[in-house]
């Protein structure tokens, strides 16, 4: 039988349906798990006195600067929140302490303390002296303070004020209880070189509470740019408490709080109801 000469036809390759892949997403940056983490911080508590701040076991960390030194925009850039830290339209007018707590809701693992600005001409020199003494004080003997941050605008470096200020702290960072980050900030307004030398005078100022023991560090910051963000938020969350620690004092604090709910409250002798207060 004679065979066809004509090419068989191959048949059609039938369509192969891929199930399609979610696109691989990018793990995130130190940086970026440092800010997701800052961004957490929420209102806890306002004291207009040492002895109304509650008594914490978690790392407290005080931020503190000048009226104009930008103090608010710091704390909101790196809580990622417009209005976290209050910027009063009449500088140095805000006279309270300010408590934020971060990390998870349940279990937080870090306070921020912001501290009234200080050094404001239109502030009445009563109320100035008294910020003072309060800002001293809590600087000074704060059981749970654990570092501090300080506002310094770049364009002028340590004014007179600032280096006051830092006299309070200043035993407790040489010998290791306190640690000390000073943020020089509205960077922005600086070129390549001047950002350097504000840098190197302000190291140099830094050099005089330097001990073997002190952890202090200075850097370059600015809310409008970006500039150091991403390097302090790390800074900050390094701070942390652990999260067993933080596990450990959240069900402490309710275990305390149910206990105190369960009991009739005691009168003193004045006749008024007695409360556990930190003083410091």
Known sequence: ???????????????????PQAPRQRAATPAEQALSWAHSARFFI????????????????AFVGRSNAGKSTAINTLGQQRQLAY????????????LFHLGPREAPNQVWADLP?????????????????????????????????QMVDSRHGFTE????????????????????????????KLNRKEGAEALRQAQAALGEMASEDADIGVTLFSGLNKTGVGDVAQILQGWA??????????????????AQEGQEPLADDEGTLGADVDEG
């Open 87 to 98: 910027a009063s339209k009449m500088p140095g007018r805000t006279q309270h302490i300010n």
């Open 241 to 258: 408490a652990s999260p067993e620690d933080a596990l450990r004092i959240a069900q402490e604090r309710q275990a305390l709080k149910e």
């Open 1 to 19: 039988m004679a065979q066809d000469p004509r090419p068989k036809s191959k048949p059609a390759p039938r369509p192969v349906h891929k199930t």
């Open 46 to 61: 306002t004291a207009a006195r040492i002895d109304q701040l509650p008594f914490n076991e978690l790392p407290e960390i």
């Open 117 to 149: 600005g200080y050094g404001y001409a239109a502030v009445e020199r009563s109320a100035k002296l008294r910020w003072q003494d309060v800002m001293a004080r809590y600087l000074e003997v704060r059981r749970s303070l654990s570092a501090v941050v």
């Open 161 to 188: 004020l600032d280096l006051q200020l830092l006299q309070f702290v200043a035993p407790r960072v040489q010998t290791g209880e306190v640690k000390l980050l000073v943020l020089l900030t509205k960077a922005d």
